[in-house]
């Protein structure tokens, strides 16, 4: 359907336009927030109480994680595509409701595999709808010369979870029990993620637009070459996949990422453990995200003017290095190291999103973004699925988390000497250039 001059004043307010990049930022950081915070970052707070009541080992408590990456990452591996070509809107109002009905009958569960299958396969599949792949990847088409900054506001909606969710449900929790708790979070996630679909669009160009919002004045002074030559070096998926560059990344970012999803459930039982409160255990979590929060416009300018590669190996290694810092700090009983560890662990998850975003952007270009991205979800499970998992059985066998959490941390450290390594690829002179997709309608 073609677009009017009346769809391309796109100020929800219906005042003076305001490009409307800025208004999916804010769309995106909601997602964000509840798609991480309802399927991470409160998870911990749940394990416990759950696990004592149920009679369930924490292998299997934690079993529907590392099903959920597998579901994730299939799942995925369809949406970026579509998201390609008819943006995200459907899709973010189908996740609204499959992930509010499976958090609503979370609280309902009976049987372990009751758990499995409501956490591990439907809230997942719900997340995946509403989650990062699908708002960064808009975000990617919307912005080029800004794209480090957009995406880093955006993705502040993750720190944010832990700043809030993480404490609010362990309240909950010990108020009103695991069960209502549930219900609350399926009631608030259906209020919000709405709103934030029906404000989606695909593309700029859709709208007469070009990305970052620049004029006809900027294209005559050439402030539109990087997003010109952005658009023109995109890869194919098929290009992508032929390529050592893509599968060096999956793995490099995959071995980075294996810290969030374990610390995000285990920090909690964790710290319990070894003889801390809930509420200071829940604390931590807060405690990483607060840095993690306000580091990342850091991180997003800074990305936007420096080369992101060496960033991003800065990034991951400060990961690494603060797990090492709480392990022997928990194993000291010094409080103080432990909120040292905590504070670095914020600063180095400060840049995972952004930086990870904006590298695979600027590797394979704006155009098929989201069918790239896509396809390297498959590839990830490898890497991480199983690391929650095996963490959990770690400690069923020994007592404790010590050797698995350092063990996640130097991974982070050989994914900070791997990004430095990978080479950027080239796409062939010869591949023919079209203008931009049009959306299905």
Same mark, same amino acid.
């Given at each position: 359907?073609?677009?009017?001059?009346?769809?391309?004043?796109?100020?929800?307010?219906?005042? $003076?336009?305001?490009?409307?990049?800025?208004?999916?930022?804010?769309?995106?950081?909601?997602?964000?927030? #509840?798609?991480?915070?309802?399927?991470?970052?409160?998870?911990?707070?749940?394990?416990?109480?759950?696990?004592?009541?149920?009679?369930?080992?924490?292998?299997?408590?934690?079993?529907?994680?590392?099903?959920?990456?597998?579901?994730?990452?299939?799942?995925?591996?369809?949406?970026?595509?579509?998201?390609?070509?008819?943006?995200?809107?459907?899709?973010?109002?189908?996740?609204?409701?499959?992930?509010?009905?499976?958090?609503?009958?979370?609280?309902?569960?009976?049987?372990?595999?009751?758990?499995?299958?409501?956490?591990?396969?439907?809230?997942?599949?719900?997340?995946?709808?509403?989650?990062?792949? #699908?708002?960064?990847?808009?975000?990617?088409?919307?912005?080029?010369?800004?794209?480090?900054?957009?995406?880093?506001?955006?993705?502040?909606? #993750?720190?944010?979870?832990?700043?809030?969710?993480?404490?609010?449900?362990?309240? =909950?929790?010990?108020?009103?029990?695991?069960?209502?708790?549930?219900?609350?979070?399926?009631?608030?996630?259906?209020?919000?993620?709405?709103?934030?679909?029906?404000?989606?669009?695909?593309?700029?160009?859709?709208?007469?637009?070009? $990305?970052?919002?620049?004029?006809?004045?900027? /294209?005559?002074?050439?402030?539109?070459?990087?997003?010109?030559?952005?658009?023109?070096?995109?890869?194919?998926?098929?290009?992508?996949?032929?390529?050592?560059?893509?599968?060096?990344? #999956?793995?490099?970012?995959?071995?980075?990422?294996?810290?969030?999803?374990?610390?995000?459930?285990?920090?909690?039982?964790?710290?319990?453990?070894?003889?801390?409160?809930?509420?200071?255990?829940?604390?931590?979590?807060?405690?990483?995200?607060?840095?993690?929060?306000?580091?990342?416009?850091?991180?997003?300018? =800074?990305?936007?003017?420096?080369?992101?590669? $060496?960033?991003?190996?800065?990034?991951?290694?400060?990961?690494?290095?603060?797990?090492?810092?709480?392990?022997?700090?928990?194993?000291?009983?010094?409080?103080?190291?432990?909120?040292?560890?905590?504070? /670095?662990?914020?600063?180095?998850? &400060?840049?995972?999103?952004?930086?990870?975003?904006?590298?695979?952007?600027?590797?394979?270009?704006?155009?098929?973004?989201?069918? /790239?991205?896509?396809?390297?979800?498959?590839?990830?499970?490898?890497?991480?699925?199983?690391? $929650?998992?095996?963490?959990?059985?770690?400690?069923?066998?020994? &007592?404790?988390?010590?050797?698995?959490?350092?063990?996640?941390?130097?991974?982070?450290?050989?994914?900070?000497?791997?990004?430095?390594?990978?080479?950027?690829?080239?796409?062939?002179?010869?591949?023919?250039?079209?203008?931009?997709?049009?959306?299905?309608?």
């Amino acid at each position: 359907m073609a677009q009017t001059p009346a769809d391309q004043d796109l100020s929800p307010t219906g005042g $003076p336009v305001i490009y409307y990049g800025y208004w999916l930022i804010v769309a995106a950081f909601l997602a964000q927030f #509840v798609s991480v915070g309802v399927q991470n970052y409160v998870i911990g707070s749940f394990m416990i109480p759950m696990t004592d009541e149920m009679g369930w080992t924490r292998a299997e408590f934690t079993l529907p994680r590392t099903l959920g990456q597998v579901v994730m990452a299939f799942s995925g591996f369809f949406i970026g595509t579509w998201v390609d070509r008819s943006g995200a809107k459907r899709f973010m109002l189908m996740g609204a409701v499959i992930l509010s009905v499976a958090l609503y009958a979370l609280s309902l569960i009976q049987t372990l595999w009751h758990w499995v299958v409501l956490n591990g396969v439907v809230l997942t599949v719900g997340a995946a709808l509403i989650g990062n792949l #699908v708002v960064n990847v808009t975000l990617a088409k919307w912005f080029v010369d800004f794209r480090g900054r957009a995406v880093a506001f955006a993705a502040m909606g #993750v720190s944010f979870a832990g700043v809030f969710l993480t404490p609010v449900a362990t309240m =909950l929790i010990d108020a009103l029990g695991w069960r209502t708790a549930w219900q609350w979070l399926a009631i608030c996630t259906l209020l919000i993620i709405v709103p934030v679909a029906m404000s989606m669009r695909r593309a700029p160009e859709d709208y007469g637009l070009r $990305p970052d919002g620049r004029t006809e004045a900027d /294209v005559a002074s050439g402030k539109t070459a990087k997003a010109n030559l952005d658009f023109q070096n995109s890869m194919t998926r098929r290009e992508a996949l032929g390529t050592s560059s893509f599968y060096l990344l #999956v793995l490099a970012f995959g071995l980075f990422g294996i810290t969030i999803q374990v610390m995000l459930i285990q920090t909690v039982p964790f710290m319990t453990d070894a003889g801390y409160s809930r509420s200071t255990a829940a604390l931590m979590i807060t405690l990483a995200s607060v840095p993690a929060l306000l580091s990342k416009p850091i991180w997003g300018w =800074l990305i936007d003017g420096l080369r992101p590669k $060496p960033l991003a190996s800065t990034s991951a290694a400060l990961t690494g290095l603060s797990l090492f810092i709480i392990v022997f700090a928990v194993t000291h009983d010094s409080l103080y190291g432990v909120y040292a560890g905590f504070c /670095v662990l914020g600063f180095g998850w &400060g840049g995972m999103i952004p930086l990870q975003e904006v590298i695979w952007a600027s590797f394979f270009g704006r155009r098929y973004l989201g069918a /790239v991205r896509s396809a390297a979800m498959p590839f990830s499970i490898f890497l991480t699925a199983g690391a $929650p998992l095996a963490t959990s059985y770690y400690f069923d066998q020994i &007592g404790n988390y010590n050797g698995a959490i350092l063990t996640v941390g130097s991974a982070n450290l050989l994914s900070a000497v791997m990004i430095l390594l990978i080479p950027e690829p080239r796409k062939s002179e010869s591949a023919e250039v079209s203008p931009p997709d049009a959306p299905d309608t």
